[in-house]
């Protein structure tokens, strides 16, 4: 029963690491490319936003490699994400796909519903194996999340451009040929070293840009055209709040508890948005109030026809809490140069917004 599953960004590693443990057998398509893109735009319905069209070309090319069983992420939540493997499925038995998608209801069970689809597909492994391959799968992913962090803050101040990016590439590949927790721990203690010891420029104060959307955008550098980077080799800081690994915490441990990790952001939203709007609409106003007065700017990132988001894009500008806001729109037409010209134009704009504070600071001070 070999599996497939779609990708999103590195996620597949800890997936990887966990079926390994439970003898399942996952085939795992290429990671996303053009030829993705073009199978998932070819046959999705036109309007459909782009986490939809690459997911399905991930499907798609799965199947080519010999996956009879398709895991889809879905839920019922109130944007077009509850429709998703339904209609996936759909699309896939019209091209003579014959075996079974499984939804993974993410939004309503969380984690736990992953956990019960995994038992299955392990031919009822003992709760005691399935738990620990899932423990190891999470390491890796906390490991992937703690060297992304730093990168992200070397990226802008290393002297050499591109120096964090080869490096994170290796530790990516490290952590996924890391097979116990020993060697594990190692690769993140050596390449956190290595990426502390980059040659920076210490004087530099970058600009502090904030990123938020949707989270399929947020966390495929695919369907975003890699903006981290390109912002990092304009010499900016991004700062971003969603990582699947903090995700999978809150959803395994502290949300039965009571505790929701987004109560802050909603409370902060709440004056101009009373109610989940789906996807995570209301969590991108929340992070413009939020953050209004910790960062430079906020690049507000949106699949085209993500109505979540469109609602959110359009709030923004109402708030009170003052701070410049790039939507930039994911999808199929997005091209590079276009997007590199929009980022450089917002960095310039928030180069000479910072400029004329410290002048108005340094008028009062004098
Ligand atoms: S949040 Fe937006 S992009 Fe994501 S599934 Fe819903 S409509 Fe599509």
């Known amino acids: 029963m070999p599996i497939g599953m ?29 030829r993705t893109l073009s199978l998932g735009v070819k046959y999705s319905p036109e309007g459909l936003c782009i986490p939809f069209k690459l997911t399905l070309g991930n499907l798609i090319e799965a199947v080519e490699l010999g996956a009879d069983t398709l895991l889809m992420p879905g839920g019922s939540g109130i944007c077009r994400l509850g429709y998703y493997a339904k ?10 796909y014959e075996g079974e998608l499984i939804q993974v209801g993410v939004s309503e069970r969380k984690l736990f519903g992953l956990l019960e689809i995994i038992k299955r597909l ?26 992304e962090r730093v990168v992200q803050r070397v990226r802008p101040v290393e002297r050499i451009k591109g120096t964090a990016n080869r490096l994170f590439t290796k530790a990516i590949n490290a952590i996924d040929r890391a097979g116990d927790y020993g060697t594990l721990k190692k690769v993140q203690v050596d390449y956190i070293n290595q990426l502390n010891q980059i040659d920076k420029d210490t004087q530099y104060k970058p600009l502090i840009v904030g990123i938020t959307g949707e989270f399929y955008v947020l966390l495929e550098p695919f369907s975003n055209l890699d903006i981290e980077s390109e912002l990092g080799k304009l010499g900016v800081e991004v700062r971003r709040t969603t990582f699947i690994s903090g995700w999978t915490k809150f959803s395994l441990f502290l949300n039965p508890l009571g505790m929701n ?35 430079d700017g906020i690049i507000h990132l949106a699949p085209f026809t993500c109505m979540p988001e469109i609602v959110a894009q359009n709030i923004m500008p109402t708030t009170k809490e003052n701070i410049p806001v790039l939507t930039i729109l994911c999808d199929e037409q997005m091209a590079k140069s276009g997007m590199l010209t929009r980022l450089e134009a917002f960095v310039d704009l928030l180069e000479r917004r910072r400029r004329s504070q410290n002048n108005n600071r340094h008028q009062v001070t004098t």
């Not at 987004?262 to 004056?271: F, G, N, S, T, V």
């Open 6 to 34: 779609p990708h999103m960004g590195n996620l597949y590693i800890p997936f990887k690491a966990l079926f390994q443990r439970l003898d399942i057998d996952y085939v795992m398509p290429p990671v996303n490319n053009q």
């Open 87 to 96: 209609t996936q499925e759909q699309i896939l038995h019209d091209l003579g």
């Open 122 to 147: 392990s031919n009822n492994a003992p709760w005691s194996k399935i738990i620990s391959a899932f423990r190891f799968g999470v390491a890796k992913l906390n490991g992937l999340d703690r060297i």
């Open 261 to 295: 990790e987004k109560a802050r952001i909603h409370k902060a939203a709440l004056p101009y948005l009373k109610r989940d709007i789906g996807g995570d609409g209301w969590e991108s106003v929340g992070e413009k109030v939020l953050h209004a007065k910790e960062y």
